[in-house]
T-cell receptor
């Protein structure tokens, strides 16, 4: 079945550690790719998005993601995490083969220890 | 930036009653709005796509008679959970799409529904 998969359910890091969260999708055709963050008790916020062009996209708060078309992947990275990055992270894909609906991955809970 | 509001933020209702949740785009018009449901520690599941002036499109497995969606204006969509049951308890999130540029979606803060 077509889907969006996030590899890690829960990631625990110490401050200043590097972060990489995996995201793979199985939709064909043209896709737009997104990472959202949900801080505890808050609503979803867009971290970054890829529509076209440079496959390495930079977002807010020092996050970046790389679109690798051949691997159907859009992994999220941050060189040095902070305690304030503790949140739930969602990868999402908009596939035009699916009528342009935004489909979310399962989410990855990131806990950063001070 | 584009802002989407939801009301109420939390609601507790008795089993068998109906609950209406409002979703508003505050500073833009949205022909299309989306309703998602999020269970604890899980992802957002798309329930339906709400189109202004026409019937909503429901995802497979979502009961349209139970989750009534009305998109009467370009800034307001409502979700009514009819004859609510405890298993309907969840976090409901709406999203509105800007119909220009990249057609980006903006999310509301969500509504926590608890059915007792």
């Amino acid at each position: 079945a077509q889907s969006v998969s996030q590899h890690n359910h829960h990631v625990i890091l110490s401050e200043a550690a590097s972060l990489e969260l995996g995201c793979n999708y199985s939709y064909g055709g043209t896709v737009n790719l997104f990472w959202y963050v949900q801080y505890p008790g808050q609503h979803l916020q867009l971290l970054l998005k890829y529509f076209s062009g440079d496959p390495l996209v930079k977002g807010i708060k020092g996050f970046e993601a790389e679109f690798i078309k051949s691997k159907f992947s859009f992994n999220l990275r941050k060189p040095s995490v902070q305690w304030s990055d503790t949140a739930e992270y969602f990868c999402a894909v908009k596939s035009y083969n699916q009528g342009g609906k935004l489909i979310f991955g399962q989410g990855t809970e990131l806990s950063v220890k001070p | 930036g584009a802002v989407v509001s939801q009301h109420p933020s939390r609601v507790i209702c008795k089993s068998g009653t109906s609950v209406k949740i409002e979703c508003r785009s505050l500073d833009f018009q949205a022909t299309t709005m989306f309703w998602y449901r999020q269970f604890p520690k899980q992802s957002l599941m798309l329930m339906a796509t709400s189109n202004e002036g026409s019937k909503a499109t429901y995802e497979q497995g979502v009961e349209k008679d139970k989750f009534l969606i009305n998109h009467a204006s370009l800034t307001l969509s409502t979700l009514t959970v009819t004859s609510a049951h405890p298993e309907d308890s969840s976090f409901y999130i709406c999203s509105a799409r800007i119909e220009r540029g990249w057609n980006e979606q903006y999310f509301g803060p969500g509504t926590r529904l608890t059915v007792t």
